[in-house]
C-alpha cells in the first residue's frame, strides 16, 4: 500500500484560470518517465536476484512511480484536453527503449546501482519540491507535494540499501563519486528529452539537443537555493563526503549559480 492514492487528489479544486502551459508541457514528460517505473523495478529484482526483502521493497517503488505517472497525466488531461496519456506513452515506448532484462547492474556492482538510483531520487525529490513551490494550480501542487514525499522515501529506501551493499562490496570514494556523476551527466541523455518530445511534439523529427534544452530550461527555472541546498546535502551522503560541511556549501553555492546560468541560458535561446 503506498501512502496516498489518487482518489486522495482533490481534483474537482482544479483551478484552469492558474494553469501555466509551460508547466504543462514538463508535467506531460514527467508522466511519462515516471509511468515507465515498472521497466525499472523489473531491472533491480533481476539484479538483486537473491534478496527477496530488497525484491519487494523495489515491486512497491515501482508502484509508487507508476501512481507518479497516472497522477500527473491525468492532471495534464485536465490541463490539456488534447493530451491522450495512454497514446503518448505508447510513443514514449516505442522509441526509447533500454536493456531492462540484464542480471548485471550498468554501474559495475549493486553498490554503484544504489548510488544512481539514489541520485535520481535527489533529483526527482528536489524537482517535484520546486514544482510544488513554484505553482499556483492546487491540484498539481497537491499531486507535487505527495509525490515529493514518496521521492524522499525513495532516496532513504535505496541510502538504505546501499549502506548494506557497501559493507559487502567496499566501493571506494572515487567510484562512488564516479557513479554519482556519471548519473548526473545522464540527465541530459535520451529518456527525459524524448519524453518531452513524445508527450509535446507530433510532427517535427526527434533531436535530442532540441527537447533535452526544452525540458532541462523550463525545469531549472523552477529551482531555488533551498532545493539545491538539500540535493547537495542528499549526493554528498551518497558519496561519502560531509553533507554539512565547508566544501558541502560551496558546491551547493556553486551548483545554485551553475542551475540559475544554465537555466537562463537555455530559455532564452
Ligand atoms: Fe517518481
Ligand atoms: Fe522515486
Redesign the pocket.
Given at each position: 500500500m503506498g501512502h496516498w492514492s489518487l482518489d486522495d487528489i482533490p481534483w474537482d479544486r482544479f483551478d484552469r484560470s492558474k494553469v501555466d502551459p509551460e508547466i504543462v508541457r514538463i508535467v506531460k514528460a514527467a508522466s511519462l518517465v515516471?509511468y515507465n517505473g515498472a521497466a525499472y523495478a523489473h531491472h533491480l529484482c533481476r539484479i538483486f536476484h537473491d534478496d527477496p526483502e530488497f525484491q519487494q521493497n523495489a515491486r512497491r517503488w515501482g508502484e509508487e512511480?507508476i501512481q507518479?505517472g497516472r497522477a500527473l497525466g491525468r492532471w495534464a488531461e485536465l490541463a490539456d484536453p488534447s493530451f491522450d496519456f495512454g497514446a503518448a506513452f505508447a510513443r514514449f515506448r516505442s522509441g526509447y527503449q533500454v536493456d531492462f532484462d540484464c542480471n548485471t547492474s550498468r554501474r559495475g556492482s549493486r553498490s554503484g546501482e544504489m548510488i544512481a538510483r539514489c541520485m535520481v531520487e535527489v533529483g526527482?525529490s528536489s524537482y517535484y519540491t520546486a514544482l510544488r513551490d513554484a505553482v499556483e494550480e492546487p491540484v498539481l501542487k497537491e499531486i507535487c507535494r505527495n509525490?515529493a514525499a514518496?521521492?524522499v522515501r525513495h532516496y532513504k529506501l535505496f541510502y538504505k540499501n546501499l549502506t548494506l551493499c557497501l559493507a559487502r562490496e567496499r566501493i571506494g570514494f572515487w567510484r562512488r563519486l564516479r557513479v554519482a556523476a556519471g548519473r548526473i551527466a545522464e540527465s541530459g541523455d535520451d529518456e527525459l528529452a524524448y519524453a518531452y518530445y513524445a508527450a509535446n511534439e507530433t510532427m517535427r523529427p526527434y533531436e535530442r539537443r532540441r527537447y533535452s534544452r526544452a525540458y532541462s530550461g523550463r525545469a531549472y527555472t523552477l529551482c531555488r537555493d533551498d532545493h539545491v541546498t538539500r540535493g547537495v546535502v542528499l549526493i554528498f551522503k551518497v558519496v561519502g563526503l560531509d553533507p554539512h560541511g565547508l566544501l558541502a556549501r560551496t558546491a551547493s553555492r556553486f551548483a545554485w549559480w551553475f542551475i540559475r546560468y544554465r537555466g537562463i541560458r537555455l530559455i532564452l535561446r
Open positions: 515516471e512511480e507518479h526527482t509525490i514518496d521521492e
